[in-house]
């Protein structure tokens, strides 16, 4: 997959990092706070095979921070939660949170840039983290700060995370109830995240086109094939 992004490297203070965006911005994708509330990550078929892109991109990038701007979509008919950005970032990295609004202010004049992934070795990244992942101690850790979900992982987590957003953008569609407009659960990354005896953070996935539903058809169906109307027998 071909990525369009935009690169910068903001500085805050002593640190600098490389940071790259989503372009466009993925307009019909939104997100809520997981920590204070249930997580819900909502997206139409281009949004979540593009962050699921990102995702791919995050797994084999352990010097960059990859930002996705979501405050700023198109709300959702019913929003559930705080809405927040998006971070994924390698722990390896040193990346506090509380340094994050400092480089978010220098965010500017960036540098447009194609990234490519690699779905293959995402996929098989991906499916060995999935087999043993009761076992696993690499998981995606999660916080959230300045109106900003941080996802800290590695390689496989990475990969795993992007396999199952890929999943909700491809069997999304399918829902019964996706067709009028409803968000359609499709996956999660709640197993991704640390085990708790407690109450444990959960992240699910959603599916929903974006309106006007004109432009949506089911696969499977033929778009040149005329919806019925409501004269139609």
């Known amino acids: 997959m071909r990525l369009r992004t935009e690169e910068f490297r903001p500085r805050a203070g002593r640190y600098a990092f490389r940071v790259v965006q989503p372009r466009p911005a993925l307009r019909h994708t939104t997100l809520n706070d997981p920590i204070r509330d249930w997580g819900y990550l909502v997206g139409d078929h281009d949004g979540l095979s593009r962050l699921a892109g990102l995702f791919s991109f995050a797994a084999y990038s352990p010097h960059t921070v990859v930002h996705v701007p ?3 979509s198109i709300p959702r008919d019913h929003p559930q939660g705080v809405p927040v950005d998006l971070v994924l970032a390698h722990q390896t990295l040193g990346l506090r949170p509380s340094v994050w609004p400092a480089l978010r202010r220098g965010l500017t004049h960036g540098v447009p840039r194609t990234v490519r992934t690699d779905e293959r070795r995402t996929a098989c990244h991906g499916a060995a983290w999935e087999e043993l992942w009761e076992q696993r101690w690499d998981r995606l850790q999660p916080a959230v700060h300045a109106r900003t979900l941080f996802l800290f992982g590695a390689r496989d987590t990475f990969a795993a995370a992007s396999l199952r957003i890929g999943e ?3 069997f999304g569609p399918l829902g019964r109830r996706a067709a009028q407009g409803h968000d359609v659960l499709s996956s999660s990354l709640t197993t991704l995240l ?3 005896r407690g109450p444990r953070t959960e992240l699910d996935v959603g599916f929903q086109a ?3 539903l004109a432009h949506f058809t089911r696969p499977g169906r033929s778009a ?3 919806r019925p109307t409501a004269a139609s027998p």
Do not use: H, K
């Open 194 to 196: 640390p085990l708790s």
């Open 210 to 212: 974006y309106p006007p």
């Open 224 to 226: 040149r094939r005329r």
């Open 168 to 170: 909700a953008a491809g």
């Open 70 to 72: 979501l405050r700023q």
